[in-house]
């Protein structure tokens, strides 16, 4: 029998705070991402001339102030080969200039010494250019990058440096020389570029327009460098959207479902840019219900964020989040399939580990993680589960490693950690009781549904009317050939669009006119 073909779908829901990501495989909810439309959110690979604060030579390390209420933090190692060729390049820029002239004749070398002092190169007070490595998570700042790289679906773009790399999983000889030569060919002086395992087979003309677009990118930061005499952000990565398509986009995907139609031509313009066979796969979603209700994300939130989760069979994990590590206890429940406990113990574990490796995606949990299995008292079961969570976890983009179980029956898993972990709180006062635990009788609903249905109607000449209700309210009120809804139509002579939201807790309700607006 064939293995189940992978599909995976990306769900954009843009909204007016935010615009929350959802990456589906096989219809279950994989990894979720939410970017702020509002403000700056200092996010990994945003490029910023920012001033040094304080240097802290004990640490071999700075402070660097990019904008952000908290500062920012940069150790010598991480200035770069070629520090010195964009240091020049800052101080030198000049709206007077010829910037192109200034960058293409800056030298590139001596590389940085590796046992070099910071205190030799940065001052307090000195602009610098720097890239988001790490987000702030918790008191601490975001961790900076002197080393400047502009990434591509097939193209990594390094300014200042002379080397052209190339992936090692690219395995033919002759492919490798050829996007060598190809890229060497395109690319102007003082540049470097790695080329990604995607750019194998790929036409000279896609190569060339993401070079060209990533080369665009970063020269158009260069009136910012040369006008600027304090913090500014020269230029950010892509949207969420086009950085998750970046990563991931492969044959596998199938859709990309955008709800916005300025989100939309941007990602069909990327996709084209990167991917041209597969521009097709972008659609634009124009249906009357929420986005995420319509593809069940905003069930599988619900499900997924909260401290305990179920799984199969009636076993759970209770997952927990502090400052130092992430602690997940896995739980039989009420399992109890076979008499064999060993047996019973090995089968719940494997559930556990297929949901814990989703759970780390989803909710990009980082640090330390400890896993508490149920015990099992043979070794051969434990060396498979050791060998199933490597396996789950390989699917896994970020950085991470997986220790076998210890004796205890714990297992160790440490994981990248460039942003904080998401959190979601899955619970919620009640509308009705307001959280004591009390709420009107469910006899009398419908009653208070009509006086409010009157009033509009009667009172203020409403005719046409919205009204919003959770799913089980919505059954009640509309169920049978002379349901509630049917009279109310009749009786008011009025137009009632139903609409049930999964959001909606049980005797929520709403009225809204035509536009969508709550109506007083």
Same mark, same amino acid.
Request: charge should be positive; charged fraction near 30%.
């Given at each position: 029998m064939d293995e189940q073909k992978v599909v995976k779908d990306l769900v954009v829901d843009v909204g007016p705070a935010e615009v929350r990501i959802a990456l589906m495989q096989n219809s279950r909810l994989i990894e979720l991402s939410r970017e702020s439309s509002a403000g700056h959110n200092f996010s990994v690979g945003d490029v910023f001339l920012g001033r040094v604060k304080k240097l802290l030579p004990s640490l071999n390390a700075a402070f660097v102030d990019i904008g952000d209420s908290k500062e920012a933090f940069i150790h010598y190692l991480d200035l770069g080969f070629h520090f010195t060729a964009f240091d020049t390049f800052v101080r030198e820029s000049n709206p007077n200039k010829d910037m192109r002239s200034l960058y293409s004749n800056i030298k590139i070398g001596p590389i940085l010494e590796k046992e070099g002092r910071i205190e030799d190169y940065l001052k307090q007070g000195q602009m610098i250019i720097a890239q988001i490595v790490k987000e702030p998570i918790s008191t601490k700042g975001s961790r900076l990058t002197a080393e400047i790289s502009l990434a591509g679906r097939n193209i990594v773009l390094l300014p200042f440096a002379d080397k052209v790399s190339i992936?090692? @999983?690219?395995?033919?000889?002759?492919?490798?020389?050829?996007?060598?030569?190809?890229?060497?060919?395109? %690319?102007?002086?003082? *540049?470097?570029?790695?080329? &990604?395992?995607?750019?194998?087979?790929?036409?000279?003309?896609?190569?060339?327009?993401?070079?060209?677009?990533?080369?665009? @990118?970063?020269?158009?930061?260069?009136?910012?460098i040369a006008r600027s005499k304090g913090v500014d952000l020269l230029f950010t990565e892509y949207s969420k959207t086009t950085t998750i398509l970046r990563d991931l986009l492969n044959d596998s995907f199938s859709n990309v479902y955008v709800n916005d139609e300025k989100i939309f031509e941007e990602t069909r313009k990327y996709i084209s840019l990167i991917s041209p066979e597969?521009?097709?796969?972008? @659609?634009? *979603?124009?249906?009357?219900?929420?986005?995420?209700?319509?593809?069940?994300?905003? $069930?599988?939130?619900?499900?997924?964020?909260?401290?305990?989760?179920?799984?199969?069979?009636?076993? *759970?994990?209770?997952?927990?989040?502090?400052?130092?590590?992430?602690?997940?206890?896995?739980?039989?429940?009420?399992?109890?399939?076979?008499?064999?406990?060993?047996?019973?113990?090995?089968?719940?574990?494997?559930?556990?580990?297929?949901?814990?490796?989703?759970?780390?995606?989803?909710?990009?949990?980082?640090?330390?993680?400890?896993?508490?299995?149920?015990?099992?008292?043979?070794?051969?079961? &434990?060396?498979?589960? *050791?060998?199933?969570?490597?396996?789950?976890?390989?699917?896994?983009?970020?950085?991470?490693?997986? %220790?076998?179980?210890?004796?205890?029956?714990?297992?160790?898993?440490? $994981?990248?950690?460039? &942003?904080?972990?998401?959190e979601i709180n899955t619970t919620e006062q009640c509308p009705l009781c307001h959280g004591t635990g009390k709420i009107v009788s469910t006899v009398v609903i419908d009653e208070q549904i009509e006086r409010q249905l009157a009033y509009y109607v009667q009172e203020k000449g409403v005719r046409e009317l919205i009204l919003q209700t959770g799913p089980i309210l919505g059954a009640y009120i509309s169920r049978g050939w002379n349901s509630y809804l049917r009279k109310w139509k009749r009786k008011y002579k009025c137009r009632i669009v139903h609409r049930e939201l999964t959001e909606h807790s049980i005797l929520q309700y709403e009225f809204l006119n035509l536009k969508g607006e709550a109506l007083d």
């Open positions: 992936s090692q @999983k690219i395995s033919s000889r002759e492919e490798k020389r050829r996007l060598e030569t190809l890229v060497k060919s395109i %690319l102007p002086k003082n *540049y470097g570029a790695i080329i &990604r395992t995607a750019a194998e087979g790929k036409n000279a003309s896609v190569l060339v327009a993401e070079l060209t677009s990533l080369i665009e @990118k970063w020269e158009s930061s260069w009136k910012k597969q521009e097709k796969i972008v @659609k634009l *979603y124009e249906g009357k219900e929420p986005i995420f209700d319509h593809f069940e994300v905003t $069930r599988q939130i619900k499900g997924s964020f909260g401290k305990v989760v179920s799984m199969k069979q009636g076993a *759970y994990l209770v997952i927990e989040t502090t400052e130092a590590l992430n602690v997940i206890d896995v739980n039989s429940g009420i399992r109890a399939k076979v008499n064999d406990q060993e047996e019973n113990a090995f089968e719940v574990n494997k559930l556990a580990a297929e949901e814990i490796a989703r759970q780390l995606r989803l909710r990009d949990m980082g640090g330390i993680v400890i896993v508490d299995f149920i015990d099992m008292e043979t070794q051969e079961h &434990r060396n498979e589960l *050791y060998k199933l969570m490597c396996d789950l976890m390989s699917e896994d983009r970020a950085k991470h490693n997986v %220790l076998p179980l210890t004796k205890f029956g714990l297992m160790q898993i440490t $994981r990248h950690r460039i &942003r904080p972990v998401t």
